[in-house]
């Protein structure tokens, strides 16, 4: 999508369909909206008073102009109430104007958000030209009759006052561009079906892209991984034909140098049958998605290439392919890790926590001064927090901070739960050093409690995305499936 600014009078803006961002409660006292009305004789808050559009959020109008402006139709967009006016609403409001666009048959669109050009901020408008590209996104490679929709090609982004963004907001689109793309391959790698993505492609995937970025990458195999002494995420494997695999792809910057590196460590398991403690019908059928983790962290790989940040990143991706076998490892079997830490599997449906651990050591020994990980980890913490809202664990206060105020400034949703120590005690066992889960209460925090051990003093993060790597509905800026979650958070975090 081209994506470029309006500035001007919005009656002559020139495009298929001129959409309004406007806040519940004064949107018929905004200038956008008075401008326009005016323009068309007063049909536009004449319409909105018939079908009781009060710009409540997910409230949408859409009316023909007849040629009393430029554009063919315009449209109102509901954005909730005014202090509502975050990174998530602008990020919302993009999605949604390219799907009216896009439902009406336009191919070009004029947005205008709900702010003077001097005071929409950068990661204002970032979030809401990334909207505009991810809400045009569709995954139809497997459909025989795709969509006839046209996509929308052009969009330009307006200000109610008519105003010229300033420098900084400019720039924005380009890195809001570069976000979405890497968003992209995150769902498209996790919205493919299992039989297409087991580790073996995952990392094929990986190493095509990564050198596409100029990125370095080194793909280590079975024999590779064993000689690490990572039976964690060999024993995951076991029980499938396919064996795993450990990516490692690193981002220098220009110069190959820097002061600061980080890991970014992902979650890849590529189908999950929960092994021999088997996940039934209900629980089973969207496990393709269980390496969502790990495609964040290759799509943010990707998006990095683009936007050169100064730090050093290493992007380390644990593959497995969760499955039952007579190969499978089994409740009661015992496993050494990479760090040496021997684990005893109580439950073979744990398999996340075990191969982050051998990924985890394996990042702690490239010398980074932090360590983030991003799994779908477990089903607890989508009880605590909701579908839509990322869990974060930390052993560092300042690290969680700066995750918390980038994930505001990305328009994610992200929430820091405690790490009680007090819950350490269910993951003693009597014949290992420690056991893969605790009791049923409290699983997130046992869980993030159980990577900790793996990453020593490093400072560390652990973004449990259970719930939001998954959209099961259409909004905004997310399609049904993937939703490529983390990966904006992410680039803002190394950004700044």
Not at 32 to 44: E, M
Not at 313 to 318: D, K, L, P, S, Y
């Amino acid at each position: 999508m081209q994506i470029s600014f309006y500035s001007g009078n919005l009656a002559a803006a020139q495009a298929d369909v001129l959409i309004l961002g406007v806040f519940e409660d004064v949107w018929q006292k905004a200038a956008h909206v008075r401008l326009v009305d005016r323009a068309l004789g007063g049909a536009l808050i004449a319409a909105a008073r018939d079908e009781q559009f009060a710009g409540k959020q997910k409230q949408k109008l859409v009316l023909a102009t007849a040629g009393k402006v430029r554009c063919r139709r315009v449209a109102l967009v509901g954005l909730g109430r005014e202090e509502t006016g975050s990174a998530a609403t602008m990020l919302r409001l993009g999605g949604a104007a390219t799907r009216t666009a896009r439902s009406v048959g336009a191919k070009s669109l004029v947005l205008c958000l709900p702010f003077a050009a001097a005071d929409v901020t950068a990661h204002l408008c970032e979030a809401a030209a990334r909207g505009l590209v991810l809400g045009g996104y569709r995954f139809e490679r497997y459909l025989s009759e795709p969509s006839r929709a046209p996509d929308v090609s052009k969009a330009a982004l307006a200000f109610v006052d008519g105003g010229r963004p300033l420098a900084a907001v400019k720039s924005a689109v380009s890195r809001a561009q570069a976000i979405a793309a890497g968003v992209v391959v995150a769902r498209d790698l996790v919205n493919e079906p299992g039989i297409e993505v087991y580790p073996e492609t995952f990392a094929a995937a990986a190493k095509k892209l990564g050198t596409s970025h100029r990125l370095k990458v080194r793909v280590f195999g079975a024999l590779e991984i064993e000689k690490m002494g990572a039976r964690l995420l060999l024993g995951v494997g076991a029980g499938s034909a396919r064996p795993p695999r450990l990516v490692h792809l690193t981002y220098a910057p220009a110069g190959g140098k820097s002061k600061r590196s980080v890991a970014l460590v992902g979650k890849g398991i590529t189908f999950d049958s929960g092994g021999l403690n088997i996940k039934p019908t209900g629980g089973i059928e969207t496990m393709k998605m269980d390496m969502a983790g790990a495609a964040a962290v290759l799509g943010t790989m990707v998006a990095l290439s683009k936007l050169s940040p100064k730090v050093t990143v290493h992007g380390v991706m644990a593959l497995a392919e969760n499955m039952p076998s007579g190969t499978a490892i089994r409740p009661g079997d015992v496993l050494r890790s990479a760090a040496g830490k021997t684990v005893e599997v109580n439950n073979t449906d744990a398999e996340g926590r075990l191969v982050l651990a051998d990924a985890l050591h394996f990042a702690t020994t490239l010398g980074v001064q932090h360590v983030v990980d991003l799994a779908t980890l477990t089903g607890a913490v989508k009880v605590a927090l909701g579908p839509s809202t990322i869990g974060l664990f930390a052993n560092d206060d300042a690290l969680a901070t700066a995750l918390a105020d980038s994930a505001a400034r990305a328009g994610e949703d992200l929430w820091r739960l405690p790490l009680t120590e007090t819950l350490r005690e269910q993951l003693k066992s009597d014949v290992a050093d420690m056991k893969n889960t605790g009791d049923r209460f409290g699983g997130a925090i046992t869980a993030a409690l159980f990577l900790r051990e793996f990453v020593g003093k490093t400072p560390w993060a652990h973004l449990d995305i259970a719930g939001p790597a998954e959209s099961t509905v259409e909004d905004g800026a997310y399609a049904k499936g993937g939703t490529g979650v983390g990966v904006a958070t992410l680039i803002d975090w190394l950004a700044s």
